[in-house]
């Protein structure tokens, strides 16, 4: 037992040293030297994908300008689309309706006698335009957008929301399933699977033929945002110093606006949307690069007890041959006495084994204490991506250039990654986060003292509850990453991102459904709750100039300002 307890002892001194020594670099490398702009560099430029492929729906799903009913009975009859929208259209309320006409009758008259009768006559009523099966709708520029190639319009405009709610879905399946995997296999591991989906379903997307195949790419695509955002947002966090986490953190995010400008961009120059697709695949095979270059988290390594090989990665060489030896050999001793306490009873290793697997979410919901937490980031990014997209959608486009209104959007995104920065020299987390969620709060609810016939006042405060929310994202994401210990903290990133993207998925049905009954619901649900997200914050430690943890341990025994 005496052998035993020395040899115990020793193994956590020199475990316990070599730790120590790697952490200390880790904070000089993150303390603004070049690895750390490297590091920065590497993990923030996959985000511009993201802003590229969730904003590209625009002009992949871009409506037609000028939709034809087309009568094949009239066609036949060598009537021209114009003249068949004269006469089948007449003061029809709905694009997707016809006038209730005898077709047949008229396509044995002239398109002169035929209007002469039809204005004559009474209007008869209106019917889908599909309610023959011999009828269908032809477009302008067949080419242009997913809309003419599938034929989604009216009663199948459903699945063009699709197209962008499966891209949705893919990023709320992805920000469970890559958490997860960049806390049990590693952070790097995550975005190399993340990024080979970019790289396999941007261009796939491109030439399939099939409605359901495009809505698969379109989840993978999906998938490969949560999966490459962040799990490079955990490396970056683990491996900047106290001094550069928040700037480097919030900055991080403008690669998003980034995305969107130069969505924008090639948007105006390349139409047809297959051509475009392709375009916008192109950007991620530079991915390839992060497979060499990008490091795994050293914190990431120590935490799983992979010392030598984080100390291969900070320190540039392996570890001294004696310690590695004496490490290693030590490490063994222990996983056999462990392994032999365990016995050999099949069901208990079973369990073992199931226990060992999900044990990231056992810590994150089994502790008391960051169960706590963690409920209230579920519902501060919920609530921040609920807000954001309602108000995106809820607000009338004011501006007929798509193009440019794409550009000016992800111009504007770009001062509220800025004010966190600024708020940060004066507060910390909580207080910056508790200003914004109250400040949009108060501009959403501001909306019902505004007369509806102000829609410039209307439109301008809603733009301000968007900085507002857009700014407190970024925020909330750093505090979510600096409450847990590294052993989970991709974990924790990844679920609340879960619940994020459950605020993205509903935000079109709050807005269509509830703002049918009166225009200003969706905002004033949004501004109830924003002011709800800043009362829960205050139940958050403050976590500015707070060292970050590696373990559960650790995390629950400390004192936390």
């Given at each position: 037992?005496d052998?035993?307890?020395?040899q115990?002892?020793?193994?956590s001194e020199?475990?316990?040293?070599?730790?120590?020594?790697?952490?200390?670099?880790?904070?000089?490398?993150?303390?603004?030297?070049?690895?750390?702009?490297k590091?920065?560099?590497?993990?923030?430029?996959?985000?511009?994908l993201n802003?590229?492929y969730v904003?590209s729906?625009?002009?992949?799903?871009?409506?037609p300008?000028?939709?034809?009913c087309?009568?094949?009975?009239?066609?036949?009859?060598?009537?021209?689309?114009?003249?068949?929208?004269?006469?089948?259209?007449r003061?029809?309320s709905?694009?997707?309706?016809?006038?209730?006409?005898?077709?047949?009758?008229?396509?044995?008259l002239t398109?002169?006698?035929?209007y002469?009768?039809?204005?004559?006559?009474?209007?008869?009523?209106?019917?889908?335009?599909?309610k023959?099966?011999?009828?269908f709708?032809?477009?302008?520029?067949?080419?242009?957008?997913?809309v003419?190639?599938?034929?989604?319009?009216?009663d199948?405009e459903?699945?063009?929301?699709?197209?962008?709610?499966?891209?949705?879905?893919?990023?709320?399946l992805?920000?469970?399933?890559?958490?997860?995997?960049?806390?049990?296999?590693?952070?790097?591991?995550?975005?190399?699977?993340?990024?080979?989906l970019?790289?396999v379903?941007?261009?796939?997307?491109?030439?399939?033929?099939?409605?359901?195949?495009?809505?698969?790419?379109?989840?993978?695509?999906g998938?490969?945002?949560?999966?490459?955002?962040?799990?490079?947002?955990?490396?970056?966090?683990?491996?900047?110093?106290?001094?550069?986490?928040?700037?480097?953190?919030?900055?991080?995010?403008?690669?998003?606006?980034?995305?969107?400008?130069i969505?924008?961009?090639?948007?105006?120059?390349?139409?047809?949307?297959?051509?475009?697709?392709?375009?916008?695949?192109v950007?991620?095979?530079?991915?390839v690069?992060?497979?060499?270059l990008l490091?795994?988290?050293?914190?990431?390594?120590?935490?799983?007890?992979?010392?030598?090989?984080?100390?291969?990665?900070?320190?540039?060489?392996?570890?001294?041959?004696?310690e590695?030896?004496?490490?290693?050999?030590l490490?063994?001793?222990?996983?056999?006495?462990?392994?032999?306490?365990?016995?050999?009873?099949?069901l208990?290793?079973?369990?073992?084994g199931i226990?060992?697997?999900?044990s990231?979410?056992?810590?994150?919901?089994?502790?008391?204490l960051l169960?706590?937490?963690?409920?209230?980031?579920?519902?501060?990014?919920?609530m921040?991506?609920l807000?954001?997209?309602?108000?995106?959608?809820?607000?009338?486009?004011?501006?007929?250039?798509?193009?440019?209104?794409?550009?000016v959007?992800?111009?504007?995104?770009v001062?509220?990654?800025?004010?966190?920065?600024i708020?940060?020299?004066?507060?910390?987390?909580?207080?910056?986060?508790?200003?914004?969620?109250?400040?949009?709060?108060t501009?959403?609810?501001?909306?019902?003292?505004?007369p509806?016939?102000y829609?410039d006042a209307?439109?301008?405060?809603?733009?301000?509850?968007?900085?507002?929310?857009?700014a407190?994202f970024?925020?909330v994401i750093?505090?979510?990453?600096e409450?847990?210990?590294t052993?989970?903290?991709?974990?924790?990133?990844?679920?609340?991102?879960?619940?994020?993207?459950?605020?993205?998925?509903?935000?079109?049905y709050?807005?269509?459904g509830?703002?049918?009954?009166k225009w200003?619901?969706?905002?004033?649900?949004?501004?109830?709750?924003?002011v709800?997200?800043?009362?829960?914050v205050?139940?958050l430690?403050?976590?500015?100039?707070?060292?970050?943890?590696?373990?559960?341990?650790e995390?629950?025994?400390?004192?936390i300002?």
């Amino acid at each position: 037992m005496d052998t035993e307890s020395h040899q115990s002892r020793k193994f956590s001194e020199i475990e316990q040293s070599t730790k120590a020594a790697i952490l200390s670099e880790v904070n000089r490398q993150g303390d603004g030297t070049s690895k750390l702009w490297k590091v920065f560099v590497l993990c923030m430029t996959p985000g511009i994908l993201n802003g590229l492929y969730v904003s590209s729906y625009v002009f992949l799903g871009h409506m037609p300008n000028n939709l034809t009913c087309v009568i094949p009975s009239l066609t036949e009859a060598y009537w021209s689309h114009e003249e068949i929208k004269n006469i089948s259209t007449r003061l029809v309320s709905d694009k997707c309706k016809i006038r209730n006409w005898n077709y047949t009758l008229l396509s044995e008259l002239t398109f002169e006698s035929a209007y002469q009768y039809v204005t004559a006559a009474d209007l008869p009523s209106e019917i889908p335009c599909r309610k023959s099966e011999e009828n269908f709708f032809a477009y302008d520029n067949e080419g242009l957008s997913i809309v003419a190639e599938w034929d989604l319009i009216c009663d199948r405009e459903i699945l063009r929301t699709t197209v962008q709610v499966a891209l949705y879905v893919g990023k709320f399946l992805g920000a469970f399933i890559f958490g997860i995997i960049a806390d049990k296999y590693g952070r790097k591991t995550s975005v190399t699977i993340a990024s080979i989906l970019y790289i396999v379903c941007g261009p796939v997307s491109a030439f399939v033929d099939i409605y359901w195949l495009f809505l698969i790419c379109r989840i993978g695509l999906g998938l490969a945002g949560s999966g490459v955002y962040h799990s490079a947002y955990t490396i970056l966090t683990e491996f900047a110093s106290i001094k550069y986490r928040s700037t480097l953190s919030i900055f991080f995010s403008v690669s998003y606006p980034i995305g969107m400008m130069i969505l924008a961009i090639f948007a105006y120059f390349i139409h047809p949307w297959r051509q475009l697709q392709i375009a916008l695949s192109v950007p991620a095979v530079c991915l390839v690069v992060h497979f060499f270059l990008l490091e795994e988290s050293p914190r990431w390594l120590m935490s799983k007890g992979k010392i030598s090989e984080a100390h291969k990665i900070v320190f540039r060489k392996p570890m001294a041959e004696q310690e590695h030896f004496e490490l290693e050999k030590l490490k063994k001793l222990q996983a056999d006495r462990s392994k032999t306490r365990k016995g050999n009873n099949v069901l208990t290793n079973i369990f073992n084994g199931i226990k060992t697997g999900s044990s990231e979410l056992i810590d994150l919901y089994g502790n008391k204490l960051l169960r706590r937490r963690l409920l209230i980031c579920h519902f501060t990014f919920f609530m921040s991506s609920l807000t954001y997209y309602v108000i995106a959608l809820n607000g009338d486009n004011f501006l007929a250039n798509q193009y440019f209104y794409v550009a000016v959007t992800g111009l504007t995104e770009v001062p509220s990654y800025i004010v966190p920065c600024i708020m940060f020299k004066w507060m910390g987390r909580k207080r910056v986060s508790l200003i914004l969620f109250f400040l949009a709060g108060t501009a959403l609810l501001s909306i019902l003292a505004v007369p509806l016939d102000y829609t410039d006042a209307v439109i301008g405060v809603a733009l301000f509850g968007r900085t507002c929310i857009s700014a407190v994202f970024v925020v909330v994401i750093l505090h979510t990453a600096e409450l847990f210990p590294t052993t989970i903290r991709s974990s924790a990133i990844g679920t609340s991102s879960t619940m994020a993207h459950i605020g993205s998925i509903s935000a079109p049905y709050i807005v269509d459904g509830l703002g049918s009954l009166k225009w200003f619901i969706p905002s004033t649900i949004c501004g109830i709750c924003s002011v709800i997200a800043g009362l829960l914050v205050l139940g958050l430690p403050e976590t500015e100039h707070v060292e970050l943890n590696d373990t559960v341990e650790e995390e629950t025994t400390r004192e936390i300002k």
